[in-house]
């Protein structure tokens, strides 16, 4: 194992919030017991091929959120993937909308849990840009009293988001014909790892999905643990 491994290990450790928990799912006497979270959208077979236990078996080529540059509440350029380490929470809201309140509120829960960990980073992205200016998205998320570098609301060109919605996050966001104004979407929170696949839906009006969201989050942090320990 070279430095570089060794130092991404040690950050890592450094930063897991339950240590004896993340080893349990990872080793129990000798026996490994770590199972990884599912991941989502489509799939398709690879011309290439990996070796285990003696066996050549087929990669396979997983459905990626594609790179994209929208605007944060503090006029700042956000590109996303930020770094190759970040494990990223989405979802898709407008501030006129009465129901996104609570789900930015079970939003800014698992914010505040992780709120001092450097792997995880935290956006809301608009389907409204029109009305959603950076000095309304920053007005809008001040009740949240979340660092703005943690929690990023971000707008930008109303194509692109209603196509990252649809094609790459695989979600509704689409205007509402029978009322004028009002904006269909999905009220999922959606966890992203740091390969940009897509790991699990969480709906934001359950409290037991919330709290799976949190849960799971731990396990991929263990997934990132895993796979560095490999190296």
């Not at 489509?42 to 290439?48: L, Q």
């Not at 935290?122 to 200016?133: G, K, L, T, V």
Request: with cysteine; net charge positive.
């Amino acid at each position: 194992m070279n430095n570089q491994s060794l130092k991404k290990i040690l950050i890592l450790a450094t930063i897991l919030a339950v240590p004896g928990f993340l080893y349990y799912l990872l080793q129990e006497k000798g026996k490994n017991r770590y199972r990884p979270l599912s991941i989502f959208g489509p799939k398709e077979v690879a011309s290439t091929f990996h070796t285990r236990r003696g066996q050549r078996i087929p990669d396979t080529i997983y459905h990626v959120i594609s790179d994209f540059k929208l605007t944060d509440q503090s006029g700042n350029v956000v590109l996303f993937p930020p770094d190759s380490n970040h494990i990223s929470v989405f979802n898709f809201f407008y501030t006129r909308c009465a129901d996104c309140k609570q789900m930015n509120r079970s939003m800014g829960k698992v914010v505040e849990q992780y709120e001092h960990n450097k792997m995880l980073q935290f956006y809301s992205i608009s389907i409204d840009p029109e009305n959603d200016s950076p000095p309304v998205l920053k007005s809008y998320s001040a009740v949240f009293n979340i660092r703005a570098d943690k929690w990023r609301f971000l707008t930008g060109d109303s194509s692109l988001i209603f196509k990252l919605a649809k094609n790459d996050f695989r979600v509704n966001a689409m205007p509402d014909k029978e009322n004028p104004g009002n904006i269909i979407h999905s009220r999922m929170l959606i966890l992203v790892d740091p390969q940009k696949r897509i790991r699990g839906y969480y709906d934001s009006s359950s409290k037991e999905q919330i709290d799976k969201l949190a849960d799971e989050i731990k396990v991929l942090i263990a997934e990132e643990l895993r796979q560095v320990t490999r190296l």
